[in-house]
């Protein structure tokens, strides 16, 4: 056996001393078997990374599972909460004036006579007189004043947030203007692109 | 990986003092750290919960005015402890048979993964599962591109004996799949 055959692996990862190096170079100009070594080994190396390689290509990235379970709940929690809306109203609906009644002031006099509105002004008085009798009789939670976007690049280096999550701002301000609270929340915009137009 | 988006929470302060050069490493040594995991038998979810709180760890040393020479080797040594401790994990690797993993990797309609054939990888695998645990964890931090001093500091071996170890393996390798 050659006595520079336990020192081939050390000159490919050029780990040796540099009076070595230059050593084991003319040595190999020379040496067939210590060659046929060192292209055994190069070959084992490329092997070796090739199987790394492989392994991380063919671990499954569960990145995105792991949020399908988080999204069914919030998509649960939001069904729940429309359904028990829709329940607690029709419930409450013979207390409250039919859209009927409002239209027919003589039969209840007690409602002020509204104005008939443009046909572009239907939504937001739907929106309004919703939000009226909600609050008459559901506890509900005070709504944010603000939404704010705030683009992650903003706050975090590049790569240090997930692509396509950005983050919304809720401020709500006290009476006199200033802001009381303000609460960040995640937002996966790139889910809402993501998702196919009809 | 490429495109692969990652789960990160690092805080303000992280981000305020010694960001740089926990930016500037945190770029270089995302990916080796994340291979090298994944290859020891860490899921990829685990994997970057792990390259997480390594990075945390590295936060926290710099900011206690830690040693910073060799502080790759000190990355991988955190990372490397931390996926000892997830016992399961660490021996899942090569406990297991590694068909359903590969796959795809025979799949002939991807160049880049024809470069393992399927009898090959077969082979390459029960070569590698022989090796030594120290011999396989030298072998992958070489292959994560770490000198011999390097990986010394991260498994806590002398370099001579790093070297020693990654002959041994590689000619372990070459004997048993003959290249």
């Known amino acids: 056996m ?17 009076e070595q190096m230059a050593e084991m170079e003319q040595h190999l100009r020379e040496c067939v078997e210590c060659r046929v070594n060192i292209a055994k080994y190069e070959g084992a190396s490329q ?29 649960a929690i939001l069904v729940l909460v429309a359904t028990t809306a829709v329940v607690l109203r029709t419930r409450v609906q013979p207390l409250s004036p039919s859209p009927t009644a409002i239209v027919q002031p003589a039969q209840s006099p ?36 603000v939404e704010v976007a705030i683009p992650a690049d903003s706050m975090f280096p590049p790569g240090a947030v997930p692509e396509g999550v950005n983050f919304v701002a809720d401020v709500n301000f006290a009476p006199d203007g200033s802001a009381r609270q303000m609460r960040l929340r995640p937002r996966l915009t790139a889910i809402e692109r993501s998702t196919p137009q009809p | 990986m490429t495109g692969e988006s990652v789960q990160i929470t690092l805080p303000f302060s992280c981000l305020a003092s010694g960001a740089r050069e926990v930016t500037s490493l945190y770029r270089e040594l995302r990916e080796p750290l994340l291979r090298y995991l994944v290859c020891l038998g860490l899921s990829k979810d685990e994997a970057q919960d792990v390259v997480q709180d390594t990075f945390l760890s590295l936060h926290r040393h710099l900011t206690a005015g830690g040693a910073q020479n060799n502080i790759r080797g000190w990355l991988f040594r955190v990372a490397h402890n931390q996926a000892r401790n997830r016992q399961g994990s660490y021996h899942r690797r090569f406990a297991e048979p590694l068909d359903p993993h590969f796959a795809p990797m025979v799949d002939e309609s991807t160049p880049e993964r024809m470069v393992l054939e399927k009898e090959k990888l077969h082979r390459l695998e029960k070569a590698i599962a022989a090796l030594t645990d120290s011999e396989r964890e030298c072998l992958l931090l070489r292959a994560s591109g770490l000198r011999y001093r390097e990986i010394g500091e991260a498994l806590g071996m002398a370099t001579s004996t790093v070297g020693d170890t990654v002959e041994r393996a590689i000619r372990k390798i070459s004997e048993k799949f003959d290249v």
Not at chain 1, 114 to 141: E, H, T, V
Request: net charge positive; charged share 25%; proline share 13%.
């Open chain 1, 2 to 18: 050659c006595k520079y055959s336990t020192k081939l692996i050390a000159w490919l990862d050029r780990e040796l001393e540099q």
């Open chain 1, 110 to 145: 007690l409602v002020p006579e509204p104005a008939i509105p443009p046909a572009n002004a239907m939504r937001p008085r739907r929106a309004r007189a919703k939000r009226s009798q909600a609050s008459n009789w559901l506890p509900l939670p005070p709504q944010p004043a």
């Open chain 1, 47 to 75: 092997l070796f990374d090739d199987y790394c390689n492989a392994v991380m290509a063919a671990e499954p990235d569960r990145d995105r599972r792991r949020w399908i379970p988080l999204l069914s709940a919030a998509a």
